[in-house]
């Protein structure tokens, strides 16, 4: 998982991986987790991976970090603009990163998820709106690397619409695994 400091990353992660809210890790880098995820009746093993989005720790994060990635999760806070507009350099080091290790073409790229984060939270004249956030992604998949971006809105604190981003993540890197073993 991608994204700011301080945009729910780490919430979300310890709500899949069955910790608890409030049971706060400061990852130093990352954070990785192993987990068993059932979508279509196939248990699917999953490593997920939390990063620190502080900049003092992305600069840790090595292209080794992205070599066999399926998906990539983007992360933002629902009411923190700058986690909002940061999205385009978190998508843009993952893809850099991604082609850094081999990957030939942007066309063979990992789908991406996107999950606002936060959103038991009322918003406000300050959050970001469902248009801003419905037009990033059009702006997205019309730039063509991107069929389709997923997105989510999810509340850890709530243990809000946790499970449904995980199986569409889950079914999206099952596909895409498979896609590029039969491309090798």
Request: hydrophobic letters at 35%; aromatic letters at 12%.
């Amino acid at each position: 998982m991608l994204g700011d400091y301080r945009s729910g990353k780490t919430a979300i992660f310890n709500e899949i991986v069955g910790r608890k809210f409030g049971s706060y890790t400061n990852p130093s880098t990352f954070d990785y987790f192993y987990k068993e995820i059932m979508v279509d009746n196939e248990l699917v093993g999953c490593n997920i991976w939390d990063t620190a989005g502080h900049e003092k720790f992305t600069t840790n994060l090595n292209k080794s970090f992205y070599r066999d990635v399926n998906c990539c999760v983007l992360c933002f806070d629902l009411h923190f603009e700058d986690s909002f507009k940061n999205l385009n350099k978190w998508m843009n080091e993952f893809h850099s990163k991604c082609l850094e290790n081999g990957l030939e073409n942007m066309e063979l790229l990992p789908p991406f998820v996107l999950i606002g984060t936060k959103s038991d939270i009322p918003r406000t004249d300050i959050s970001i709106s469902n248009e801003r956030i419905e037009q990033w992604c059009k702006n997205i998949e019309g730039q063509g690397i991107i069929d389709k971006v997923h997105y989510f809105e999810t509340s850890a604190k709530l243990s809000q619409n946790i499970i449904m981003p995980f199986n569409t993540i889950t079914k999206l890197a099952l596909n895409y695994s498979n896609s590029i073993q039969k491309i090798k």
